[in-house]
């Protein structure tokens, strides 16, 4: 037979040698010759049904290593980057089978063989620059490639009712694992970009921002692109006036231009918090270049209460009332929340939980799980909504009530805090520590402000922890209208 170099397809014999075989009686050395022909047809094929059958069951690691085969396969025919690089690097295998390495016997049952696979050397590709602007060049390069490496495998395989398996299967997995490619694609910035999209709008068609104390331009790079490293920086132009310019930031994927209130010379309204109405530009620069890569424009709209005598006299109602009240509160929680929306409480810094039904935030996992509902509930069926369609409470209510169902049976104390604001500032009102009470329709953490002169406009937020005041729980807000 011809000893030439096949195509991902049949074996290599020499004339000489199949005679050997022949004459032997013992036809073992062709058939693993024949076996390993199989093995790699079945992976060029991609295929993992392909490939599965043609394993020893009773080799040692055979689960693993067929997940790990038909994870790879189903990764194969994914439509991204990663998988059509791996699949141009397969389809360029070439393979011959090394006839003077064989070693079987069907007595013994076992056999080996070495396979030399030639294939695109897509690390050399790599390191040409017009190979690497986009995965579709670097693809096509492959493809195209002269640039070969080589790698010799060996097969071992076992007899097994007449059939020979594979039963190495860490050698193909080292095979497919010395594939991999190291690629960073050298298109320009502007053109790795997939989307630029402003973060947290209040009102997405035009742009807009309402009573925000920040502003955030995200700009995301396409999967080719996604782990490419780059140095940027950004401006930001108030009604057409440059106020800020950032450092120069190193990053990956994902690139957040976030602006705020605590930068220096931020535009802000009267209540000293919330930017102030106007056009915003935020613009994105090349930081090796100073070439703007991306920019877009957003509006800020400035509604917040200032506060006045009238405020100011509500919130000192409102003080006088809670002072009246037999609970007298406790010391404030230190509690403040960060960039990362994760709130903390003392030196515990958590996640929070948001569940949509309550419109609550929560910040212990098992407690949220445990949980069987909560919310705000209308004791003096007072209940009406806000401007936003939100649930409110009315200036009548006498019992602002948030209450928590639990498992019949549950223990332990919770404290929590009431605080009432106005623009950015907030005063605590009441605090308790309560348990939980059992009523015949469920078990109830009532967590109560009762006020017989009812509530004063404005926004109020109830802050629950543990018995001990240092994990949070639960933060919740209402609003009373008039």
């Not at 050997?20 to 024949?34: F, N």
């Not at 009773?58 to 991204?80: G, P, Q, R, W």
């Not at 790795?192 to 009102?203: A, K, Q, R, S």
């Not at 949509?356 to 209308?378: I, Q, T, V």
Request: glycine letters at 4%; charged letters at 25%; proline letters at 1%.
């Amino acid at each position: 037979m011809n000893n030439s170099v096949k195509k991902a397809t049949a074996l290599v014999l020499s004339a000489s040698m199949l005679m050997s075989l022949t004459a032997c009686g013992d036809k073992a050395k062709d058939q693993v010759i024949e076996a390993a022909g199989s093995v790699v047809d079945a992976l060029t094929s991609k295929k993992a049904k392909n490939y599965t059958g043609l394993l020893n069951e009773d080799a040692k690691k055979y689960k693993d290593h067929v997940e790990a085969m038909e994870f790879f396969f189903e990764f194969l025919s994914e439509d991204i980057p990663d998988a059509q690089i791996c699949n141009a690097i397969l389809d360029s295998i070439e393979y011959e089978v090394d006839e003077k390495s064989v070693d079987a016997s069907t007595k013994a049952a076992s056999g080996s063989v070495d396979v030399i696979f030639t294939y695109a050397d897509a690390n050399k590709i790599a390191k040409d620059e017009d190979n690497i602007t986009d995965v579709d060049t670097f693809v096509s390069a492959i493809k195209k490639a002269k640039e070969t490496t080589e790698k010799t495998v060996t097969m071992e395989f076992e007899l097994v009712d007449d059939e020979w398996l594979l039963s190495n299967f860490s050698a193909i997995e080292k095979f497919i694992e010395g594939m991999e490619v190291d690629v960073t694609f050298s298109a320009p910035i502007e053109d790795m970009i997939d989307v630029v999209e402003w973060w947290c709008l209040d009102e997405e068609d035009t742009k807009t921002y309402i009573d925000t104390s920040y502003i955030e331009l995200d700009m995301i790079m396409k999967d080719e692109y996604y782990d490419v490293y780059i140095d940027y920086y950004f401006t930001v132009n108030y009604n057409g006036g440059l106020i800020y310019t950032s450092d120069v930031e190193r990053d990956y994927g994902y690139m957040y231009c976030e602006y705020s209130n605590s930068n220096e010379g931020c535009p802000v309204g009267d209540d000293g918090w919330y930017m102030a109405d106007g056009t915003y530009e935020i613009s994105i620069y090349d930081a090796n270049t100073d070439k703007v890569v991306a920019s877009d424009t957003c509006t800020v709209v400035y509604n917040s209460v200032v506060e006045t005598e009238a405020t100011t006299a509500a919130t000192t109602a409102a003080a006088t009332a809670a002072a009246s009240l037999d609970s007298i509160a406790g010391p404030a929680l230190e509690c403040y929340w960060d960039t990362e929306d994760a709130i903390s409480a003392g030196e515990t810094d958590v996640e929070e939980i948001y569940d949509e039904d309550s419109a609550s935030y929560f910040y212990d996992a098992d407690f949220y799980d445990s949980m069987l509902e909560s919310g705000w509930w209308d004791y003096d069926e007072t209940m009406t909504l806000d401007s936003n369609g939100y649930v409110a409470y009315n200036t009548d209510t006498v019992t602002m009530a948030y209450s928590v169902e639990v498992e019949q049976g549950t223990t332990g104390e919770l404290y929590f805090e009431y605080y009432y604001s106005v623009g950015s500032e907030y005063q605590m009102i009441y605090s308790a520590t309560i348990s939980p009470t059992e009523y015949t329709n469920g078990t109830y953490y009532d967590i109560e402000f009762t006020n017989p002169d009812g509530f004063v406009p404005g926004a109020y937020t109830v802050i629950v922890t543990d018995a001990s005041k240092t994990n949070m729980v639960i933060y919740a807000d209402i609003e009373v209208v008039e």
